[in-house]
């Protein structure tokens, strides 16, 4: 089983700053196989990023995704107010098919 | 566009099976992709529980593969899923969503399902 670690648990910041957002794998991931989902309290998780670094329709471009191999990133380049939820790291390949990250909540500073 | 919505009680006895049907609209279930399921506990992070395609081919989360089974209503553009012998364990937001393969996308709002006699 792949397991995917996401660092840090909690970041406080303010609007306007920049967050970097942390996901390594227990083994190599492919890139086209690594996503990133938002999540805000009582909603379901969005798809932001696929295939690493590929931004999902409708997500805005201060959002971006990079990395390969065991290490990927999640920037927000300018958080607005809106951005300030949960978000997770999830791979597709080995037994189970998939696993989540366990998560990193962005937080008000 | 694709749109999912799940539904089901929200309360199940301990030793019971809970059985949740995700009823899609905006797109035919046979024409491609996979359906699954992914529960997420209070307060905690996701669980990805199994997918199933159109033909009924079905796979599951090892760490559930006993407990559970997905199958699909064409004629209905549904899938279902039932998770046998619950415990408190099972209590969780229950999610309906579809993948072509890798991501998930989109996703149902989500169903509690809390397992309490």
């Known amino acids: 089983e792949i397991v995917l670690t996401q660092s840090p648990g909690t970041l406080s910041l303010s609007p306007g700053e920049r967050a970097t957002l942390s996901c390594r794998a227990s083994?190599?991931?492919?890139?086209?196989?690594l996503a990133w989902y938002q999540q805000k309290p009582g909603q379901a998780p969005r798809l932001l990023i696929y295939?690493?670094?590929s931004r999902a329709p409708g997500i805005p471009d201060r959002f971006s995704g990079s990395g390969s191999g065991a290490d990927f990133t999640l920037t927000i380049s300018r958080l607005e107010p809106e951005d300030f939820a949960v978000y997770y790291c999830?791979?597709?390949?080995?037994?189970?098919?998939?696993?989540f990250g366990q998560g990193t909540k962005l937080e008000f500073k | 566009q694709v749109q999912l919505q799940e539904s089901g009680p929200g309360l199940v006895k301990p030793s019971e099976t809970l059985s949740l049907t995700c009823t899609v609209t905006?797109?035919?279930?046979?024409?491609?992709?996979?359906w699954g399921w992914i529960r997420q506990p209070p307060g905690k992070g996701l669980e990805w529980i199994g997918s199933?395609?159109?033909?009924?081919?079905?796979y599951y989360n090892p760490s559930l593969t006993n407990q559970v089974s997905i199958s699909i209503s064409t004629s209905k553009n549904q899938f279902s899923l039932k998770l046998s012998s619950v415990t408190a364990a099972d209590t969780a937001l229950y999610y309906c969503?579809?993948?072509?393969?890798?991501?998930?996308?989109?996703w149902g709002q989500g169903i509690l399902v809390t397992v309490s006699s």
């Open positions: 969503v579809t993948t072509a393969g890798v991501w998930f996308d989109p």
């Open positions: 905006g797109y035919s279930i046979t024409s491609g992709y996979y």
């Open positions: 199933i395609f159109h033909s009924g081919e079905a």
């Open positions: 083994q190599t991931v492919g890139s086209s196989y």
């Open positions: 295939g690493a670094s």
């Open positions: 999830q791979q597709y390949g080995s037994s189970p098919a998939y696993t």
